[in-house]
């Protein structure tokens, strides 16, 4: 069992940066895949990016360039560092985790998940 508890998310202005945190509970963490997604009002949740527990990442293309997936397994966490933001990156953003060594970038794929955190993003 994985617990995963985010953190990071707020208000800034488009352009601004923000990075998000995903503290995950167990000792296994290495060996987990983790993800983050997000989901506007109104919308289905949507991959945004994902990393391998070897550090492979990939990206959604609507966040390539702008964000950057990371992990630290001495510390049990990963972080989504974003920046150059935009009013429609505005969500509440999810992590979660799978344990499996490949990238997973479905949400199906995934089998906990954090509570979430707003991100909004003012023009």
């Known amino acids: 069992q994985v617990q995963l508890v985010e953190s990071g998310g707020g208000l800034v202005q488009a352009g601004g940066s923000l990075r998000l945190s995903c503290a995950a509970s167990?000792?296994?963490?290495?060996?987990?895949?983790m993800g983050w997604f997000r989901q506007a009002p109104g919308k289905e949740r949507e991959f945004v990016a994902a990393i391998s527990w070897g550090g492979s990442t990939h990206y959604a293309d609507s966040v390539k360039g702008r964000f950057t997936i990371s992990r630290d397994n001495a510390k049990n966490t990963v972080y989504l560092q974003m920046y150059s933001l935009k009013p429609e990156d505005t969500a509440v953003y999810y992590c979660?985790?799978?344990?499996?060594?490949?990238?997973?970038?479905?949400?199906?794929?995934?089998?906990?998940w954090g509570q979430g955190t707003q991100v909004t993003v003012s023009s």
């Open positions: 167990g000792r296994t963490f290495s060996s987990y895949a």
């Open positions: 979660a985790a799978a344990y499996t060594i490949l990238v997973l970038t479905t949400k199906h794929q995934y089998d906990y």
